[in-house]
């Protein structure tokens, strides 16, 4: 009679097991990752399609259109936004595109990865679901950056310094000790862009100061150069950071072409200075994949993972009880193939050089990179939990089936049940978080020239592909043109 109702207990023990295992299939393959959702608009993007775009992230966001902000945001609906506002500058929607931003900078949560535990990285890299959206550090500085530009677009030079004074209060989070950038791209467009919006507004040593740190970390062209020059010439002022030899090269230009008037420098440099933004391909993304075990314990930092947990993670490997790890991974997939010399730009039928401001894939790899290996080491100290604990469960109910007793045997299947249980739901939620900024382009190229009074005509060629604008030109402000339709 024992083994009867033993076989009773076992048999709606496993039913309830596969019942369990069903649901957490379910669940698993029911939540499409935030990158898959995105690539609807990712295709459009590239196809430069815009609109499209926009029309698809409207209907995420639950909004009628672009006039539309939502009154709440869910846990992805800050990302949605900055998704929308980044396409709206794309159309020249400067002024929507800035209110959209806006919104998201009150709102952004930034994943100091630094500050985390273990535990605590792998619940938020394995729970997208229900957790906001935090961004790394240089896609919270890229947001005040872009946010400088809608703000030029505008004219209005006021906001634009509020966006800069942000952009340098967050500077510092990206330097190293010794004061080095980490993304020294994402510094120098930051500064250059603030540069020239100090030098409209007539604050001629902050621009100064400006523009020797984007010269510093990159900015190389011959425009700047002659800037720098004159800057010295007028304003007779050296930053702390220009203690180079290609700034003692600087000065004693300055020093031998003496100095210049106010007037003479608006003159030469800031009549119809016009600002010209390329921005084109598009950012890596990240996608789930699964990684073969061994892979992941050479990825995981040693530094984050050390002792018995490494050791132990090494032995459940080495058993089989470890597999794989699902696992977020930087991909180009599916994105146009682009590289730095595939835009060009006309002006007025004069072929304007571009330089590097940002490239952006590469900053988004390094970024990542930083990163990969601690969420590795919480990704294994979850997989580490899970084992151990389907271990134990697999353990007791092992012993109370050899014991013989139909009520041990209850128990130890219904010990089993648990374990199995915890693993399976453990593996539907190990879904990772694939959200980033995917409208981002993969480079951003800036151009500067000198223009007249009156309507222009600019076209920029991105791999055979034209966009061409007719560009009212102001001489008395700075002037933006931006091309960022063409991916």
């Not at 019942?19 to 990158?35: D, M």
């Not at 058993?319 to 682009?338: C, H, K, M, S, Y």
């Not at 990163?371 to 012993?399: D, F, K, N, S, Y």
């Amino acid at each position: 009679m024992g083994t009867f109702k033993t076989s009773i207990v076992r048999a709606r023990v496993a039913a309830a097991v596969m019942a369990l295992c069903a649901w957490g299939v379910c669940g698993a393959s029911g939540c499409a990752s935030y990158s898959e959702e995105m690539k609807a608009a990712q295709f459009s993007i590239a196809s430069g399609e815009i609109g499209e775009a926009i029309k698809f992230l409207n209907r995420r966001l639950e909004v009628d259109g672009i006039q539309q902000v939502p009154a709440e945001l869910d846990s992805n609906g800050t990302l949605l936004l900055l998704e929308r506002a980044t396409l709206l500058q794309s159309q020249r929607n400067y002024e929507m595109s800035a209110r959209d931003m806006m919104e998201v900078d009150g709102k952004l949560e930034w994943f100091d990865i630094d500050g985390e535990g273990l535990d605590d990285i792998a619940s938020y890299f394995y729970s997208d679901d229900v957790k906001a959206y935090r961004a790394p550090a240089y896609e919270r500085m890229l947001l005040n950056t872009m946010n400088l530009l809608n703000f030029v677009g505008m004219g209005d030079l006021e906001g634009a310094r509020v966006e800069a004074r942000r952009f340098k209060l967050l500077e510092e989070y990206y330097l190293d000790d010794d004061g080095k950038a980490l993304v020294p791209d994402l510094i120098m467009l930051g500064n250059y862009v603030s540069g020239a919006v100090f030098e409209a507004s007539a604050d001629y040593e902050q621009a100064l100061r400006l523009y020797v740190r984007a010269w510093t970390f990159g900015m190389r062209s011959p425009d700047l150069k002659d800037r720098l020059r004159d800057l010295a010439r007028l304003t007779a002022f050296r930053p702390p950071d220009a203690n180079t030899s290609f700034f003692d090269g600087i000065y004693e230009d300055a020093q031998f072409a003496g100095a210049i008037s106010v007037d003479e420098y608006r003159a030469k440099h800031q009549r119809g200075d016009t600002l010209v933004i390329v921005q084109y391909g598009v950012a890596p993304y990240k996608k789930a994949v699964r990684v073969e075990a061994g892979l992941a314990l050479g990825m995981a930092s040693s530094r984050r993972m050390t002792g018995p947990s490494r050791q132990r993670t090494v032995q459940l490997i080495s058993q089989g009880a470890i597999e794989g790890v699902n696992f977020p991974q930087l991909t180009d997939e599916w994105l146009p193939v682009r590289d730095t010399g595939s835009a060009s730009l006309v002006v007025d039928g004069n072929r304007v050089p571009l330089a590097l401001g940002m490239d952006v894939g590469v900053a988004v790899g390094r970024a990542w990179g930083r990163i990969e290996g601690v969420v590795m080491a919480a990704a294994l100290t979850r997989m580490l939990t899970r084992a151990v604990v389907g271990g134990v469960g697999r353990a007791a109910a092992t012993a109370a089936a050899a014991s013989g007793d139909a009520r041990a045997g209850a128990v130890g299947a219904l010990g089993w049940l648990a374990a199995t249980g915890a693993q399976v739901a453990m593996r539907a939620a190990d879904v990772p978080d694939t959200r980033s900024w995917t409208t981002l382009p993969e480079y951003i190229r800036v151009g500067r020239v000198q223009l007249g009074r009156g309507l222009h005509t600019a076209e920029v060629n991105v791999v055979g592909r034209s966009d061409r604008q007719r560009v009212p030109i102001w001489p008395g402000r700075l002037n933006l043109i931006n091309f960022s339709r063409l991916r």
